[in-house]
């Protein structure tokens, strides 16, 4: 944190603020930090044809209190006001971050008699043209909320805009309001395409510049007809603080690439990076994806306690600089296999952002070209970590060794200095390792040069966690390997006996020298799997451990239904009135992985959608042996009975429940596993 001068009270600064206020101008700007391989003279992008209004010619950058805070008493007017003063002091709003935005429940119940909105006055005791005031001062801009009903979607039931469109779009200018998001809720069933059409026009009667942020949850296809009305849609449901949630959304937003552009961008909802649900490795990913797909990036969670971590993330100048590239494209996705994903961006400057996304619970080689992300052919090529901050060599091939729901993010030129950086090395491991408690595994690791140039005087090495023991069974270590050529290292590893299952972090670390001299190292981290064998005969898996998990809301359950937040908040598993005593309830998206051990045969469960939801939720059930997909269901409702699944696992390692939303995004999507049993 940067160490200010002393400074008046915001009390004093607001006086100062409300004699100014007539003369007060607003010079806030995205500042879109250079970027690597950028043109010193960049050319200034032409407005879309397209742009509703010449606004948000980059993805709009902010803060959005609903993630955090949701109706609760903290959202207040000092919280908004703190909010603005740390994108100051934090150097955010030097990163690009300009709109500090208000959500639901900033409003009393009633109109006025005059059919005026009203702020809340105990959240806002001095009014929102005040807080818009001092917001303005810091060289930032306000948004507001409001929705396309008679009612907002706060469980009171706020003032919606229906019907009130003009008179409120001319209210919002005269607090001075910058931004509008417009909901969904109460909105009388008039169609959608004309509440969001009267409320543009009412905004652009007003003659201020207003970004219009239209949030009808993707119900009505938005992409497909919204970018002659506003500058950003909602593509999907509301996000929420879970891997689950977030990779759902990422994969419904991914495929609408051909709607973004210059003033009119897919909006798969605000970020989540910071609120707890996810760990920092999660985070990267979602801001990372975010990024690549062009997507407004509006932070979510409250800074005025979030991490250094946190503001690492969220900071982080050459990933924005994906994001605000003035091309406006969205990444498209050129291979997901397995759940080891490829996304590549254009970016102005012909460079390619590159996204080597793992989705799976273990770590993956994910690899690509650079001719398959677009690039022309080159003798070499450079290639930058956007989180490493480093730049190598490479002949063409991009490839790493990705961590358990990671992202490997990269930026990619042909470029004529490649020779003045090291070869790329890339370092991998063959297989997950999984280890039985006092018994030694054997995995073999790889150090390969990508590079145009050679690695010399390489040397590789693995450790793990205290008193486990790591031995070399082969070299470790070669004076050069040339383009394409591979170390390879076979390891002995021991867990020590009584080991708890679980996943141990290992590491496989490189030294090389480039043939100018420089000396690099290299880390890549690996999880280690404590596993114990499964049971003589097998049993029911809610019973076993899990090597992983992951759920679109809450915990995995065990025999009870999914609750959708804390452990141990479901209900009996119950499917088409059949109440199953022994399973596992999810919530899509959900992936659950099981330790087989080569020892099992068959799995068997009776699945659908939990009686708890009504008649709503779609979902289907998938089972995986080994990477190798053995059975599936097709789409299953509510109104459907139990169905029978079971997949022949023999042999496999390592098994695989997945539970999918069944296409039409994660709402009320409750999946059972009932009566799942392995045979062994």
Request: overall charge negative; charged content about 20%.
């Amino acid at each position: 944190m940067r160490h200010l001068p002393s400074a008046p009270s915001r009390a004093s600064r607001r006086r100062i603020l409300g004699a100014l206020a007539a003369g007060l101008l607003c010079t806030a700007g995205a500042v879109v930090p250079a970027a690597a391989h950028t043109p010193a003279s960049a050319p200034a992008p032409a407005a879309d044809a397209r742009a509703a209004n010449g606004l948000a010619l980059t993805p709009p950058m902010g803060f959005n209190n609903w993630n955090s805070t949701h109706c609760r008493a903290e959202f207040n007017e000092e919280m908004v006001e703190g909010i603005a003063d740390i994108f100051v002091e934090k150097g955010l709003k030097d990163a690009g971050y300009e709109y500090v935005n208000l959500d639901d429940c900033w409003a009393v119940p009633q109109r006025t008699a005059e059919g005026k909105l009203e702020a809340d006055p105990v959240r806002f005791p001095h009014g929102i043209k005040a807080v818009a005031d001092y917001v303005h001062s810091k060289g930032l801009k306000l948004g507001i909320y409001t929705s396309a009903g008679t009612r907002t979607c706060d469980s009171v039931g706020l003032p919606g805009a229906l019907g009130h469109e003009f008179s409120d779009a001319r209210q919002f200018a005269d607090w001075g309001v910058d931004y509008l998001k417009y909901d969904n809720c109460n909105n009388q069933g008039v169609d959608a395409k004309e509440r969001y059409t009267t409320m543009r026009d009412a905004l652009a009667a007003t003659g201020r510049p207003i970004v219009y942020s239209i949030c009808e949850w993707g119900q009505n296809k938005p992409w497909e007809w919204a970018a002659e009305l506003g500058n950003l849609w909602r593509t999907t449901g509301d996000i929420n603080d879970s891997w689950g949630s977030m990779l759902s959304i990422m994969k419904h937003n991914l495929p609408l690439s051909a709607a973004a552009g210059p003033g009119h961008w897919n909006d798969p909802d605000m970020l989540e990076v910071g609120n707890g649900g996810m760990t920092d490795t999660e985070y990267r990913t979602h801001f990372s994806m975010w990024s690549v797909m062009a997507a407004p990036l509006l932070i979510g969670s409250d800074l005025r306690t979030a991490s250094r971590e946190t503001f690492d993330i969220l900071s982080n100048e050459e990933v924005i600089a994906v994001d605000q590239d003035p091309l406006g494209k969205q990444g498209e996705v050129l291979s997901s296999d397995g759940g080891r994903w490829v996304v590549a961006k254009e970016m102005e400057d012909g460079s390619r952002a590159v996204a080597l996304f793992n989705e799976t619970g273990s770590a993956q080689r994910i690899s690509t070209t650079a001719a398959a992300v677009g690039l022309p052919h080159a003798s070499g090529y450079t290639v930058r970590d956007l989180w490493d901050h480093t730049t190598r060599n490479t002949a063409g091939s991009l490839s790493a060794t990705v961590p358990a729901h990671g992202t490997v993010l990269l930026r990619v030129a042909a470029d004529r200095r490649w020779s003045a950086h090291p070869p790329a090395v890339e370092l991998a491991q063959e297989g997950s390792p999984l280890v039985e408690a006092g018994r030694t595994a054997s995995l073999t690791t790889e150090v390969t040069d990508l590079g145009r140039t050679p690695a010399l005087t390489v040397s590789a090495a693995l450790t793990g966690p205290s008193g486990w023991r790591v031995k070399a069974a082969s070299a470790t270590g070669t004076a050069a390997l040339p383009t394409g050529r591979a170390l390879r290292t076979r390891w002995q590893v021991t867990a020590p006996a009584g080991t708890a299952p679980g996943g141990y972090d290992l590491k496989l670390t490189a030294r090389y020298r480039s043939p100018t001299g420089e000396r690099v190292r290299s880390s890549v981290p690996f999880q280690a799997h404590v596993v114990v064998p499964p049971p003589a005969g097998g049993g029911y898996l809610s019973d076993l451990p899990q090597l992983s998990a992951s759920n679109g809301y809450g915990p995995v359950e065990k025999d009870t239904s999914n609750g959708e937040s804390a452990a141990g908040d479901g209900h009996p598993l119950t499917v088409g009135g059949q109440v199953y005593a022994k399973g596992l309830g999810v919530h899509a998206a959900s992936s659950v992985e099981f330790y087989a051990g080569g020892a099992c045969g068959s799995v068997t469960a009776q699945v659908g959608v939990d009686d708890e939801k009504g008649t709503k939720g779609s979902v289907a059930f998938e089972i995986w042996a080994d990477g190798t997909k053995a059975a599936s269901t097709g789409v299953l409702t509510n109104a459907m009975p139990p169905q029978p699944l079971s997949a022949d696992v023999t042999g496999a390692q390592v098994v695989r429940l997945v539970v999918t939303d069944g296409g039409d995004g994660i709402d009320s999507d409750h999946a059972d596993w009932g009566d799942l049993r392995m045979t062994c």
